[in-house]
């Protein structure tokens, strides 16, 4: 691969910067100034360098974001303000694009990736990737939730009636519950907590498997995380074991969370 091609995929340099760059003598590969654009490297074994800075291979990028309340989840949109544009410039890679989609109206983890196999792994059915959501409802929470989700509550599929898979949920608060699922339907904790008979005022992705929201990372902001910290996606924690973290780390702020 050329040298001015890795940087431009692991930084948000332009072309035309990364080359004025090069040819300065701020890029070193193994120890040795480099000045040509066109020097091909191995990224996976050369150590390069910019501005004395080592320049880490990753093949994909993996950025988690708390996505705030009133923000389209969508790679672009002419009229609205998408999650894409709440990325820092350094992060605006090409190719990236938000793995599924939260409502508007709603907030949390999403993931960003340009690895499109692992975004298809985490959306695909067959994979069950538990997804686990704080939802403030109108109504107290009833006891009669815990069953009813877990036999599969009926859901409106245009004029069908489709059973949901079966979802835990536990109670955190009054007006509080906590759910796991592991289908992506449109709407889908809205409308289940709808067919109990309650409503959704607020609702928040706590985690996605194992990847959790940071409780510190503010709504709007974004980290980035390496492709080994991914593997926790695939894990399923104890719906209990979420509780206890939610209790200990968000329930004091999650409501205040627009931007
Ligand atoms: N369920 C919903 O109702 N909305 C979301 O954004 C995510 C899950």
Redesign the pocket.
């Known amino acids: 691969m050329r040298l001015d091609r890795f940087l431009s995929g692991q930084t948000a340099l332009s072309r035309r910067e990364l080359t004025a760059l090069i040819r300065s003598g701020a890029v070193t590969v193994n120890g040795a100034s480099v000045r040509k654009p066109e020097t091909p490297v191995t990224p996976e074994t050369d150590h390069i360098t910019l501005k004395g800075a080592p320049v880490k291979y990753e093949p994909f990028h993996y950025i988690l974001m708390h996505k705030p309340c009133g923000i389209l989840t969508a790679a672009r949109d002419a009229k609205q303000q998408t999650v894409m544009d709440l990325l820092k410039p350094e992060d605006r890679l090409q190719k990236l694009a938000p793995v599924g ?3 508007r109206d ?1 907030s949390g983890l999403l993931l960003i990736t340009d690895d499109g196999q692992l975004a298809h792994q985490v959306l695909s059915p067959k994979h069950h990737v538990t997804k686990y ?1 704080a939802a403030r409802l109108r109504d107290p929470f009833q006891e009669v939730y815990i069953s009813q989700f877990y036999a599969g509550i009926m859901l409106r599929e245009g004029d069908r009636e489709e059973q949901a898979l079966p979802a835990e949920c536990v109670q955190l608060d009054e007006r509080t519950a906590l759910l796991a699922i592991q289908e992506g339907r449109y ?5 289940m907590f709808a067919a109990a008979g309650n409503f ?1 005022e607020d ?1 928040l ?1 706590l985690q996605i498997g194992g990847l959790f929201l940071p409780p510190d990372l503010p709504a709007g902001g974004t980290v980035r995380i390496f492709h080994k910290e991914t593997a926790s996606l695939w894990k399923k924690p104890d719906i209990s074991e979420v509780k206890r973290f939610f209790i200990d780390n968000y329930s004091s702020y999650w409501i205040k969370d627009t931007i």
């Open positions: 989609r939260l409502d709603t959501y709407h889908q904790v809205r409308r959704v609702l992705r």
